[in-house]
């Protein structure tokens, strides 16, 4: 799931064509390619770590990997928000934002999966 979301990742980046004045556009795709390196070598470790409580705690596999499945859905629909955006102006001025853009909805994620996990 994981490589073929980044797979997916990269093709709607290159589907979309950023607007703007050559400087901006040249620009924003350097920050849009160092963030696309960037996200798809980042795999949440706190998932991880909180799994492997679920795992002591004697949960099933099958909800385990329920979980996970979960996070990444919800990572990716985040990181899909991102690269959506066609606007060289936004990219430039949004580009310290963009990891929490996608690390907040993949925490929270985490939190909700694993609350429900440790609870059951």
């Avoid at 997916?8 to 589907?15: G, H, N």
């Avoid at 963009?98 to 999966?113: C, G, H, R, Y």
Wanted: hydrophobic share 45%.
């Amino acid at each position: 799931m994981i490589s073929n979301s980044v797979q997916r990742t990269k093709e709607a980046a290159a589907a979309t064509k950023l607007t703007g004045t050559r400087k901006q556009i040249e620009w924003a795709e350097r920050i849009r390619e160092k963030w696309l390196f960037i996200v798809k070598r980042e795999i949440p470790t706190h998932l991880l770590s909180n799994l492997e409580k679920a795992r002591i705690g004697a949960v099933s596999p099958e909800a385990i990997e329920q979980a996970i499945t979960t996070v990444l859905a919800a990572r990716l629909a985040a990181i899909d928000g991102v690269v959506a955006h066609c606007k060289a102006a936004w990219w430039i001025d949004f580009r310290s934002y963009l990891e929490a853009m996608v690390n907040q909805p993949t925490d929270a994620a985490i939190k909700s999966e694993c609350s429900v996990l440790l609870n059951r």
